[in-house]
């Protein structure tokens, strides 16, 4: 073993031990125990973000579809059938399905809400979203064509005051005008179900019906497009540019990351200034290892001249102090880690009883897409962060080990 390893390991032991050093050690534990808070906090925090992204975009995309392919004026897509066969043909395509999408006003009472009318095929729609798999055998069977049922999300039916069975009033744009002024159209529409989606903003907003009578409604001479379903959501950017040369009509592609790019520009952005932010607790409580250095470097003094002059270099002098610094570096960075990771992995059950013992909710499901906390820790996350941490350590250790290394052994055994 390197004699500067022995007695920089040997130096961070005794400034524990001994008690005329009782300070030093007191801030060299505090370095490290703000260390292990930083990584601590940085692994729980990305894990969080991480995991709100991950489950928000699964429950998104129980309900979207993967890529939608429309009209490029917005009117009916005449030729859907040749469309669905043509983008059926590529490789990465799992499922097509026609559908029409509307924005109308539903209404009972003296309650009224927006809501998004998807007209779908209850035959076809399971192939493309994993909410209509879960429905096919139990509430798309009751979409009839002709019938004007429909499904609405829990909340949406529980904000009206409807129940299934019950009649609910739809007012659909682009009405006809009358000597009383622009009159929409109003359909009574018997609501056959409710579903639950686990999002907020589709289970408060969306309406399903049958393709057939939401195109009666609307007035359309065919679907407005057809949604797609990948083999990989992923590639869903790459597959729809692919689709977009090889189709012989002239349609408009929409993959999901393009629906929803201003929530994940955000989350993006939100993810890079935590790590910023966070970086910078570790940082500090990093660089109180220079003030834990010098302290040591200066009670040293009289140890450093009489290794000085027992032929060490330099360099060696300035080993043993970044040996010093690096041990509280690295066991503050792995205590953090192991910290972090069991925080991280155990989110799930923590927060509830949080929750339960505040009587509070953190996440309330009427303000966030989630009502639960959920963590996703990924090694891409907690590897930077752990490099990170160690690095600035490290470099925190430069300064008071030259500094060390500077010593001058005359002087420092002058009044030895």
Do not use: C
């Not at 579809?65 to 066969?85: K, M, T, Y």
């Not at 500090?284 to 040293?300: E, G, P």
């Not at 350590?393 to 080990?401: E, G, R």
């Amino acid at each position: 073993m390197p004699y500067e390893l022995l007695i920089g390991w040997r130096y961070t032991r005794a400034g524990r031990a001994s008690r005329r050093n009782g300070f030093i050690s007191f801030i060299s534990a505090a370095s490290m125990l703000g260390i292990a808070l930083g990584v601590a906090t940085l692994i729980i925090v990305l894990s969080v973000m991480n995991g709100f992204q991950k489950e928000v975009t699964e429950r998104m995309l129980s309900v979207i579809a993967h890529i939608e392919v429309f009209s490029p004026n917005g009117s009916a897509l005449l030729d859907a059938p040749r469309v669905a066969q043509q983008v059926q043909a590529h490789a990465e395509v799992r499922g097509a399905a026609p559908f029409v999408g509307a924005q109308a006003l539903l209404a009972r009472g003296d309650e009224m809400r927006g809501a998004m009318v998807r007209g779908i095929d209850p035959q076809q729609e399971s192939a493309v979203t994993d909410l209509a798999a879960q429905l096919a055998s139990t509430l798309l069977p009751r979409l009839h064509a002709g019938e004007f049922g429909v499904l609405l999300g829990n909340d949406l039916a529980r904000q009206l005051g409807v129940q299934p069975g019950e009649l609910v009033t739809l007012m659909a744009p682009g009405g006809q005008i009358t000597p009383a002024g622009m009159m929409p159209r109003v359909k009574q529409m018997r609501l056959v179900g409710t579903f639950e989606s686990g999002h907020y903003e589709y289970d408060s907003t969306l309406a399903l019906m049958h393709i057939d009578d939401a195109q009666r409604i609307f007035r359309l001479d065919g679907p407005t497009g057809v949604r797609l379903r990948l083999a990989d959501m992923q590639r869903a950017p790459q597959v729809a540019h692919e689709l977009a040369r090889t189709l012989t009509e002239p349609v408009l592609l929409l993959d999901w990351t393009r629906q929803n790019r201003t929530w994940y520009a955000a989350v993006q952005l939100e993810k890079r200034m935590m790590f910023i932010i966070l970086t910078l607790i570790v940082a500090v409580a990093a660089f109180n290892l220079v003030s834990t250095l010098v302290m040591t470097v200066q009670d040293k003094r009289a140890d450093i001249a009489i290794l000085r002059t027992l032929g060490a270099s330099g360099a060696s002098i300035m080993k043993i102090f970044v040996v010093q610094g690096a041990v509280v570096g690295v066991a503050g960075t792995l205590a953090g880690l192991v910290l972090g990771l069991a925080v991280a992995l155990n989110v799930d059950t923590l927060v509830p009883a949080l929750e339960s013992m505040l009587g509070m909710n953190f996440l309330p499901k009427d303000i966030y897409f989630i009502s639960q906390m959920p963590s996703d820790p990924r090694a891409s996350d907690i590897v930077p962060v752990t490099l990170t941490a160690l690095a600035l350590a490290f470099v925190a250790t430069l300064y008071p080990s030259w500094r060390a290394s500077r010593v001058n052994p005359a002087q420092a055994l002058r009044y030895e």
